[in-house]
């Protein structure tokens, strides 16, 4: 079956520019969570949903970023006003429920601001 | 602060031989600890440990997680070149997920 799709793949912004990157889950996964990845960093865990509720938004690192789910399926994590420091590698992941912890990654969004 | 260290941060090796990957940690109502494999971009799950000194085994790899000294180790024997990865630990807490910086492993042929 299909795997997690995200879109777009990669994505230049310029400074102060809105963007939204999508993520598609694993159908009939109803945990879905987001990552983002700086260069030769680790995974920085950014928010989870059960469902379509986000249960603790703490580690969105700013109140520019935002995220929504929709019908229990596809998530969107909204960047506002871009700065350079939000480059990096997002990533989605989903698992059947939050209280099954194999997650299953999608090949990530690269996102580069100019 | 929660904080997940994984040891050493690269590691070369040749074909054949066996490596130990640590995982220490400093994190507080978790339960379970998690390692991936990490080529290109998307991770990919290796193991879940939730219980201390139960071995977990998939072909060449095996994994084990001491709670009372708060570290787990992933060992990889009989090495190949397709084991070169970076390999994440990551914590499972109720609603967070904390991963420490990896491991880079290069396998030489």
């Known amino acids: 079956g299909a795997g997690v799709s995200q879109s777009p793949s990669n994505k230049v912004t310029e400074k102060g520019k809105d963007v939204e990157l999508r993520c598609d889950p694993i159908s009939g996964h109803t945990a879905l969570y987001w990552y983002r990845q700086s260069l030769g960093q680790g995974l920085e865990f950014l928010i989870y949903?059960?469902?379509?509720?986000?249960?603790?938004k703490s580690g969105l690192p700013s109140d520019r970023f935002s995220a929504e789910r929709t019908g229990g399926s596809v998530s969107t994590l909204t960047i506002q006003r871009t700065q350079q420091e939000d480059s990096a590698v997002y990533l989605c992941a989903s698992s059947v429920d939050a209280r099954v912890y194999e997650q299953y990654f999608g090949p990530g969004t690269r996102l580069t601001v100019t | 602060e929660d904080k997940v260290v994984q040891s050493p941060l690269s590691l070369v090796v040749h074909e054949g031989d066996t490596v130990t990957l640590n995982c220490s940690y400093e994190?507080?109502?978790?339960?379970?600890l998690l390692w991936y494999k990490q080529e290109k971009k998307a991770p990919t799950f290796l193991f879940m440990l939730t219980s201390s000194g139960i071995e977990k085994k998939s072909g060449r790899l095996s994994s084990i997680l001491d709670k009372k000294e708060l570290f787990s180790i992933l060992n990889i024997t009989a090495t190949q070149t397709g084991d070169s990865a970076v390999y994440l630990c990551a914590l499972a807490g109720t609603y967070k997920y904390i991963f420490g910086t990896g491991t880079r492993l290069k396998v030489l042929a």
């Open positions: 949903f059960q469902g379509n509720s986000a249960p603790d």
């Open positions: 994190v507080t109502n978790f339960r379970s």
